[in-house]
């Protein structure tokens, strides 16, 4: 299935520098795709001249008179910035002419902007932030990433709900495996919120594996990992300040003196292996779940390739039809309620 | 100042074979304190004998007749094991006999028996978790890491109180400052009761930063950082998980083939470097605070390097008197809020 991406051409701390190559790359590698790149037409053609590229049918711009600041607020956005290349990059997918878009620009307004136009689906009611980290096994979906601060259990199930379309849709599992983030292993831990969800997730059609802890994420006990947005913000950030840590403390040892510096330089086909399958780039690209339309927040700091990744993930999510896939996991779940209702009356 | 330290010799997952040798080696570095065995002497006496150590002045036996399994119920434990091995360290701080008590053994009844046992300091809510991790610049003490599953802003004060106590007592730093982990560094940022913590925190005599986020923990820019038990427990559990999956991605790396096994050779003395900085044993020994007594609480697969640290920890928050600067805090803090309801009347 071809599929048709429109990109916020000036979202990001690098704007068209960044995620003009990165549509370009994406193009490279899918031949039947295309992409519409959204924004100042002049910045546009300014960057595709730079990088020595022409409009082509499968390469369109769409102009955008606005740009959206990475510290404005969500609701002064949304109230005045009306032709912004965030904005007009959701319309043209709201409009049916795009798949899906991506965004590295200010994920409040994008979130904001992207509720408001695209609207939620039926049977959800709050969106929520999804990424995929890599595991010993593999990759795992964990959500939500920031969206929602305070959960109730029918929010968690909802999520659980989505990451399972998500992986379905991205990975091709049938039935992947769901974890909520808890304290303990045992039902009698966590706290009330936590229990409830456990209570849903059980009632429901998913593949319920039970409580995971934090240390269960990157084994790869389950595809899916479910929290509260709060909970699941720390502890996405509390890792990539690990992992920074720990890349800057193994650098600063192979750099310490003669001997090490060799060491590091015979070492470096090993390392650099290391570093390519734990690079984060490869994840970049968050998927704003629930709405009616496909939108990926991808880092505002990424580069050309972290950017393509996340163009990459936007197509797999069309491809796959993940809306189509959140949809029938929410039918089920009503239809299980129903039934409930009918046998307890 | 000299120590006298309670070990319940019985406890985690290794018993006596772990914390007796640790015993032992805490006795040689620090010639001047004193270390009671507390457990079974049958169990005590043969491992001493393995080792070729003997009782002496600086190295008492208390016998206890019962061990606390790893999965007993606390409530179970408290009820009817009054003879524990962890008990009776903990009645030996009660009693004044021991200035701080180490124990390796269930989390749960640890807690429960140390404040039933000891109480709470007046002023002080709930017992919260604390530990410390390393940073780019030294250190960090985290809590809470899971005592406390829902908290309230209050609860959140005096966890930052107790944390600055103990990095004072532990690092002789003054005033350290002290980190709200959040969402975002921006006061709108977080939930209700996070705002209200933010507030009472810049009412407080302490040295309050603000909200930091997840990567900031690593990046040492607090000396403090105060969570509620759910988040600091993933957040913890999570940066372990991390940890060991790329620890495992390095390992596996340099064995793919003879050319990178023989990489990893050359680097050996790097890579022990840099485990060495991170070496999580170095961190082992987590604070039980909020009681009138000094409790250590070790990993429960802990070694014995690893049980020496929790040791080393529990003398330092002795010698740093710890508990006199949590009653100060507490203090200063209940003169402000009378001073406060004095102005407004």
Chains 1, 2 share one sequence.
């Not at 990424?131 to 929602?148: E, H, I, R, W």
């Not at 929290?227 to 800057?248: I, P, R, Y």
């Amino acid at each position: 299935m071809d599929v048709t991406i429109a990109i916020d051409a000036m979202g990001g701390d690098h704007g068209t520098r960044v995620t003009i190559p990165a549509a370009v790359r994406y193009l490279k590698q899918h031949p039947t795709d295309t992409i519409v790149l959204v924004g100042l037409p002049d910045a546009i053609e300014a960057e595709l001249r730079t990088i020595k590229t022409s409009i082509e049918p499968r390469l369109r711009i769409q102009a955008a008179s606005e740009v959206v600041g990475m510290d404005e607020s969500p609701q002064l956005v949304l109230r005045s910035k009306k032709d912004s290349s965030m904005r007009v990059a959701i319309n043209l997918v709201k409009n049916g002419e795009a798949s899906a878009c991506v965004s590295a620009g200010n994920t409040g307004a994008l979130m904001a902007t992207a509720r408001y136009v695209l609207k939620m689906l039926p049977g959800i009611d709050r969106p929520a932030i999804a990424s995929f980290l890599p595991t010993y096994k593999g990759q795992v979906c964990m959500l939500d990433l920031g969206a929602n601060v305070d959960c109730n259990a029918e929010n968690l199930l909802q999520f659980a709900l989505m990451g399972t379309a998500l992986v379905y849709a991205i990975e091709h599992k049938n039935n992947p495996t769901v974890g909520l983030l808890n304290i303990g292993s045992e039902d009698i831990k966590g706290n009330e919120i936590v229990k409830q969800a456990s209570e849903l997730l059980r009632q429901s059609d998913l593949n319920f594996y039970g409580n995971i802890e934090g240390n269960d994420i990157f084994k790869g006990v389950t595809d899916v990992v479910v929290c509260d947005g709060f909970v699941g913000n720390v502890a996405l950030k509390t890792t990539e300040g690990l992992a920074q840590m720990l890349g800057g403390f193994l650098r600063e040892e192979f750099n310490r003196n003669m001997f090490t510096k060799l060491a590091g330089l015979l070492a470096t086909p090993v390392l650099k292996a290391f570093k390519r399958r734990v690079d984060p780039r490869r994840y970049n690209g968050a998927s704003l779940l629930g709405l009616k339309g496909i939108v990926l927040k991808s880092h505002g700091s990424a580069d050309a390739f972290a950017f393509f990744c996340a163009i990459e993930r936007a197509a797999e999510e069309a491809r796959g039809g993940m809306l189509h896939h959140i949809s029938e996991h929410i039918e089920k779940w009503h239809d299980a309620c129903q039934q409930k209702t009918r046998e307890a009356s």
